[in-house]
Nanobody, 119 residues
Framework: QVQVVESGGGLVQPGGSLRLSCTASGSVFAIYEMGWYRQAPGEQRESVAL???????RYTAAAKGRFTISRENAKNTFYLQMNSLKPEDTAVYYC?????????????WGQGTQVTVSS
């Protein structure tokens, strides 16, 4: 069983910053992708940023230039540094890990952390 836990959400004013953390524990195999997603009320969950096992990162247009995804492999932990936050960034943020053992692949999600950007 895998536990994926996010932390770091909260209320911040427009233009402010937050750092989200995500830690995976339990039966975690070889992680090949870590990602942050978000879901605003009434909207579908969308990708925000990904980081792959080789260190390559990928961002959506909304996140590029403002958000930075990083990781600490030894701790199975990764982060999302969010700067210059806007009200439209308000959403529940979820982290996801994709890992594999042999030919079997797994995807595990955290429970989500609320980010609210408001004055």
């Amino acid at each position: 069983q895998v536990q994926v836990v996010e932390s770091g959400g909260g209320l911040v004013q427009p233009g402010g910053s937050l750092r989200l953390s995500c830690t995976a524990s339990g039966s975690v195999f070889a992680i090949y992708e870590m990602g942050w997603y978000r879901q605003a009320p009434g909207e579908q969950r969308e990708s925000v940023a990904l980081i792959f096992s080789g260190g390559t990162t990928r961002y959506t247009a909304a996140a590029k230039g403002r958000f930075t995804i990083s990781r600490e492999n030894a701790k199975n932990t990764f982060y999302l540094q969010m700067n210059s936050l806007k009200p439209e960034d308000t959403a529940v943020y979820y982290c996801n890990i994709r890992h594999r053992l042999g030919d079997s692949e797994y995807s595990d999600w955290g429970q989500g952390t609320q980010v609210t950007v408001s004055s």
